[in-house]
Every structure is written in C-alpha cells, then in structure tokens.
Nanobody, 115 residues
C-alpha cells in the first residue's frame, strides 16, 4: 500500500513536503507519480518519475516550484512544494505502477493554501 502524509494548511508563499511511503513492495521497481484533485475538478497528474534513473517530469503549473524525489532506502517518495499558491489547494495522491501492471494509489493528503 501507499500512505501519503505531510499535508496541511499553509499561507501563500509557504512550503510543505509531502511523503509517500510504500509497504509490501519496493518502490525502486515502480514508476511513481504525484496527482492532485482540487475541489470540483478532475484528478490531474503533476509529476512523474518513470524509474530511479530517469528524468522526473513536471506539469507546467508546478514546474520550478515543486520537486519530486525518491529515497530508496526508506522506500519513500517526496514532493517538496515551495512558493505555494491558493490554486495548489487540493488533495494530493501518489501512484505506483510496476511489473505485470500492478498499481497502487494512496488515499491522499489534503493541502490548503490560504491566508
């Protein structure tokens, strides 16, 4: 399973770091993505790490502000979010896709950016 944490309430311009911990499988063998779903909107992909060695890609809306990283030793993926904006308010999910089509979704962690 995947478990996200690190969400919360933050003021515009602030930072948060989200964590996504995997259990029962090894993240190193999986492609990992971060998604978010804002109120009343569809879930959107915001970053993707196809493998440990491949380049991480980002959606234009977060490029330059968010950084995704992996820690294989901790079987964890992070999303460092800086210069947060009100439009970043959403529930953030991590997703893993691996061998034989195995896939996992976390239950999400809520981020609210507001004064």
């Amino acid at each position: 399973q995947l478990v996200e944490s690190g969400g919360g309430l933050v003021q515009p311009g602030g930072s948060l770091r989200l964590s996504c911990v995997a259990s029962g499988f090894t993240l190193s063998f999986y492609a990992i993505g971060w998604f978010r779903q804002a109120p009343g909107k569809e879930r959107e992909g915001i970053s993707c790490s196809p493998s440990v060695s491949n380049t991480i890609t980002y959606a234009d809306s977060i490029k330059g502000r968010f950084t995704m990283s992996r820690d294989s030793a901790k079987n964890t993926v992070y999303l460092q979010m800086n210069n947060l904006k009100p439009e970043d308010t959403a529930v953030y999910f991590c997703y893993a896709l691996g061998p034989y089509g195995r896939q996992y979704w976390g239950k999400g962690t809520a981020v609210t950016v507001s004064h």
